[in-house]
Protein backbone atom coordinates (compact mmCIF):
# COMPACT_ATOMS: atom_id res chain seq x y z
CA UNK A 1 0.00 0.00 0.00
CA UNK A 2 1.31 3.63 -1.03
CA UNK A 3 0.64 6.43 1.68
CA UNK A 4 2.14 9.67 2.48
CA UNK A 5 2.38 11.69 5.76
CA UNK A 6 2.74 15.45 6.20
CA UNK A 7 3.14 15.84 10.28
CA UNK A 8 2.02 19.21 10.06
CA UNK A 9 -0.82 20.88 9.21
CA UNK A 10 0.17 24.53 10.00
CA UNK A 11 3.79 25.79 9.54
CA UNK A 12 4.67 29.52 9.99
CA UNK A 13 7.85 31.22 9.44
CA UNK A 14 9.01 34.97 8.86
CA UNK A 15 9.73 36.20 5.77
CA UNK A 16 13.12 35.85 5.19
CA UNK A 17 13.60 32.77 6.74
CA UNK A 18 13.96 29.51 5.57
CA UNK A 19 11.27 27.18 5.26
CA UNK A 20 10.77 23.64 5.50
CA UNK A 21 7.56 21.74 4.75
CA UNK A 22 8.19 17.74 5.62
CA UNK A 23 7.15 14.72 4.21
CA UNK A 24 7.40 11.18 4.22
CA UNK A 25 6.86 8.45 2.28
CA UNK A 26 5.45 4.71 2.40
CA UNK A 27 5.41 2.37 -1.32
CA UNK A 28 6.59 -0.89 -2.99
CA UNK A 29 10.13 -0.27 -4.53
CA UNK A 30 11.73 2.67 -5.66
CA UNK A 31 9.16 5.81 -5.14
CA UNK A 32 8.25 8.90 -7.50
CA UNK A 33 7.52 11.85 -5.41
CA UNK A 34 5.94 14.70 -6.14
CA UNK A 35 5.06 18.42 -4.55
CA UNK A 36 2.36 20.32 -5.37
CA UNK A 37 1.10 23.92 -4.16
CA UNK A 38 -2.59 25.12 -4.19
CA UNK A 39 -3.18 28.58 -3.75
CA UNK A 40 -7.12 30.36 -2.40
CA UNK A 41 -9.45 29.20 -5.22
CA UNK A 42 -6.88 27.62 -7.33
CA UNK A 43 -6.56 24.07 -8.53
CA UNK A 44 -2.84 22.36 -7.72
CA UNK A 45 0.13 23.67 -9.41
CA UNK A 46 3.27 21.28 -9.73
CA UNK A 47 6.00 22.66 -8.08
CA UNK A 48 9.32 19.61 -8.51
CA UNK A 49 9.17 16.02 -8.75
CA UNK A 50 11.86 13.05 -7.49
CA UNK A 51 12.37 10.34 -10.28
CA UNK A 52 15.19 9.33 -9.73
CA UNK A 53 19.38 10.49 -9.74
CA UNK A 54 20.40 13.39 -7.46
CA UNK A 55 18.86 13.41 -4.24
CA UNK A 56 18.73 17.23 -4.09
CA UNK A 57 15.48 17.93 -6.51
CA UNK A 58 15.26 22.17 -7.74
CA UNK A 59 11.62 22.99 -8.69
CA UNK A 60 9.89 26.31 -9.32
CA UNK A 61 9.50 29.26 -7.07
CA UNK A 62 12.85 28.69 -5.56
CA UNK A 63 11.68 25.83 -3.76
CA UNK A 64 14.16 22.52 -3.83
CA UNK A 65 13.71 18.89 -1.58
CA UNK A 66 15.84 16.69 -0.92
CA UNK A 67 14.73 12.94 -1.24
CA UNK A 68 16.35 11.02 1.71
CA UNK A 69 15.52 6.65 1.03
CA UNK A 70 17.07 5.67 4.75
CA UNK A 71 14.49 8.24 6.25
CA UNK A 72 11.60 7.69 3.46
CA UNK A 73 11.29 11.53 3.64
CA UNK A 74 11.18 14.39 0.80
CA UNK A 75 11.23 17.46 2.49
CA UNK A 76 10.25 20.54 1.01
CA UNK A 77 12.47 23.77 1.75
CA UNK A 78 13.22 27.39 0.64
CA UNK A 79 16.33 29.25 1.67
CA UNK A 80 14.52 32.68 2.21
CA UNK A 81 10.51 32.78 2.53
CA UNK A 82 8.26 35.35 0.40
CA UNK A 83 4.80 36.43 1.52
CA UNK A 84 3.58 35.05 -1.44
CA UNK A 85 4.68 31.13 -0.52
CA UNK A 86 1.84 31.23 1.64
CA UNK A 87 -0.37 29.09 0.36
CA UNK A 88 -1.82 24.76 1.25
CA UNK A 89 1.50 22.40 0.02
CA UNK A 90 0.72 18.74 -0.92
CA UNK A 91 3.24 15.82 -1.21
CA UNK A 92 2.15 13.38 -3.05
CA UNK A 93 4.52 9.46 -4.18
CA UNK A 94 3.61 7.18 -7.00
CA UNK A 95 5.05 3.54 -6.40
CA UNK A 96 7.51 3.07 -9.40
CA UNK A 97 6.06 -0.31 -10.17
CA UNK A 98 2.15 0.79 -10.15
CA UNK A 99 0.69 0.76 -13.72
CA UNK A 100 -1.11 3.79 -13.52
CA UNK A 101 -0.16 6.83 -12.61
CA UNK A 102 -2.70 7.39 -9.86
CA UNK A 103 -1.04 9.67 -7.14
CA UNK A 104 -1.92 9.02 -3.48
CA UNK A 105 -1.71 13.08 -1.52
CA UNK A 106 -1.02 13.62 1.86
CA UNK A 107 -3.02 15.67 3.78
CA UNK A 108 -2.02 18.65 2.97
CA UNK A 109 0.56 21.64 5.14
CA UNK A 110 -0.77 25.11 5.36
CA UNK A 111 2.26 27.58 5.23
CA UNK A 112 1.55 31.12 6.50
CA UNK A 113 4.87 33.46 5.94
CA UNK A 114 4.62 36.27 8.12
CA UNK A 115 5.80 39.46 7.17
CA UNK B 1 -2.78 27.94 -23.46
CA UNK B 2 -2.36 24.35 -22.33
CA UNK B 3 -5.18 23.71 -19.77
CA UNK B 4 -7.56 21.45 -17.89
CA UNK B 5 -10.98 23.28 -17.92
CA UNK B 6 -14.10 22.26 -15.67
CA UNK B 7 -17.71 23.76 -15.62
CA UNK B 8 -19.57 24.06 -13.26
CA UNK B 9 -16.86 26.06 -11.36
CA UNK B 10 -20.04 26.30 -8.28
CA UNK B 11 -22.94 24.23 -8.20
CA UNK B 12 -25.08 24.02 -5.70
CA UNK B 13 -28.39 21.72 -5.72
CA UNK B 14 -30.56 19.28 -4.38
CA UNK B 15 -30.51 15.71 -3.02
CA UNK B 16 -30.91 13.18 -5.68
CA UNK B 17 -31.01 15.47 -8.91
CA UNK B 18 -28.57 13.85 -11.24
CA UNK B 19 -25.38 15.97 -12.23
CA UNK B 20 -22.39 16.54 -14.72
CA UNK B 21 -19.05 18.07 -14.24
CA UNK B 22 -17.27 18.44 -17.17
CA UNK B 23 -13.30 17.88 -17.54
CA UNK B 24 -11.63 19.20 -20.71
CA UNK B 25 -7.93 18.71 -21.62
CA UNK B 26 -6.08 20.22 -24.50
CA UNK B 27 -2.98 18.55 -24.22
CA UNK B 28 -3.60 15.29 -25.77
CA UNK B 29 -2.88 13.32 -22.38
CA UNK B 30 -3.58 9.96 -22.55
CA UNK B 31 -3.92 9.76 -18.21
CA UNK B 32 -6.97 11.32 -16.90
CA UNK B 33 -8.56 11.16 -13.13
CA UNK B 34 -10.74 12.84 -10.73
CA UNK B 35 -10.32 13.87 -7.46
CA UNK B 36 -12.48 15.41 -4.41
CA UNK B 37 -10.81 17.66 -1.73
CA UNK B 38 -11.75 17.30 1.86
CA UNK B 39 -10.45 19.41 4.75
CA UNK B 40 -8.06 17.49 6.69
CA UNK B 41 -8.34 14.39 4.20
CA UNK B 42 -6.25 16.05 1.40
CA UNK B 43 -6.99 14.53 -1.84
CA UNK B 44 -8.71 11.10 -2.01
CA UNK B 45 -8.94 10.08 -6.33
CA UNK B 46 -12.35 8.88 -7.43
CA UNK B 47 -12.11 7.50 -10.77
CA UNK B 48 -9.40 7.48 -13.68
CA UNK B 49 -9.18 6.50 -16.86
CA UNK B 50 -5.45 5.55 -18.45
CA UNK B 51 -7.23 5.76 -22.05
CA UNK B 52 -10.09 6.47 -24.21
CA UNK B 53 -12.80 3.82 -23.21
CA UNK B 54 -10.43 2.40 -20.09
CA UNK B 55 -11.33 3.89 -16.90
CA UNK B 56 -11.24 2.22 -13.31
CA UNK B 57 -12.13 2.76 -9.50
CA UNK B 58 -9.99 5.00 -7.48
CA UNK B 59 -10.17 4.93 -3.16
CA UNK B 60 -13.82 6.76 -3.51
CA UNK B 61 -15.76 5.68 -6.11
CA UNK B 62 -19.42 4.80 -4.47
CA UNK B 63 -21.86 7.49 -6.26
CA UNK B 64 -20.02 8.24 -8.92
CA UNK B 65 -19.80 7.15 -12.54
CA UNK B 66 -17.26 8.47 -15.20
CA UNK B 67 -17.16 7.74 -19.15
CA UNK B 68 -14.02 8.19 -22.08
CA UNK B 69 -15.38 8.12 -24.72
CA UNK B 70 -13.29 11.32 -26.52
CA UNK B 71 -9.82 11.59 -25.12
CA UNK B 72 -10.13 14.96 -24.44
CA UNK B 73 -12.87 14.56 -22.20
CA UNK B 74 -13.71 12.73 -18.67
CA UNK B 75 -16.90 14.11 -17.67
CA UNK B 76 -17.88 12.74 -13.84
CA UNK B 77 -21.83 12.22 -12.89
CA UNK B 78 -23.41 11.88 -10.02
CA UNK B 79 -26.53 9.70 -10.58
CA UNK B 80 -28.11 10.45 -7.21
CA UNK B 81 -26.41 13.01 -4.96
CA UNK B 82 -26.27 13.22 -1.70
CA UNK B 83 -25.10 15.94 1.41
CA UNK B 84 -21.93 13.68 2.10
CA UNK B 85 -20.77 14.09 -1.72
CA UNK B 86 -20.67 17.84 -1.00
CA UNK B 87 -17.00 18.79 -1.61
CA UNK B 88 -14.78 20.44 -3.78
CA UNK B 89 -13.86 18.48 -7.01
CA UNK B 90 -10.74 18.49 -9.18
CA UNK B 91 -10.07 17.19 -12.52
CA UNK B 92 -6.73 16.45 -13.02
CA UNK B 93 -4.63 14.53 -16.54
CA UNK B 94 -1.12 13.49 -17.45
CA UNK B 95 0.53 12.98 -20.47
CA UNK B 96 1.45 9.10 -21.15
CA UNK B 97 0.27 6.96 -19.05
CA UNK B 98 2.90 4.41 -17.17
CA UNK B 99 5.61 7.57 -17.65
CA UNK B 100 5.87 9.60 -14.13
CA UNK B 101 4.67 12.94 -15.38
CA UNK B 102 3.13 15.51 -13.32
CA UNK B 103 -0.39 16.19 -13.62
CA UNK B 104 -1.68 19.10 -14.44
CA UNK B 105 -5.33 20.42 -12.33
CA UNK B 106 -8.65 22.14 -13.19
CA UNK B 107 -9.41 24.86 -11.27
CA UNK B 108 -11.62 23.24 -9.52
CA UNK B 109 -15.86 22.45 -8.88
CA UNK B 110 -17.12 23.75 -5.46
CA UNK B 111 -20.53 21.59 -4.96
CA UNK B 112 -22.80 21.45 -2.59
CA UNK B 113 -25.71 19.22 -1.99
CA UNK B 114 -28.52 20.29 0.43
Known amino acids: AQSVAQPEDQVNVAEGNPLTVKCTYSVSGNPYLFWYVQYPNRGLQFLLKYITGDNLVKGSYGFEAEFNKSQTSFHLKKPSALVSDSALYFCAVRGYQTGANNLFFGTGTRLTVIP | EAQVTQNPRYLITVTGKKLTVTCSQN?????MSWYRQDPGLGLRQIYYSMNVEVTDKGDVPEGYKVSRKEKRNFPLILESPSPNQTSLYFC?????????????FGPGTRLTVT
Open chain 2, 92 to 104: ASSLRQGAPNEQY
Open chain 2, 27 to 31: MNHEY
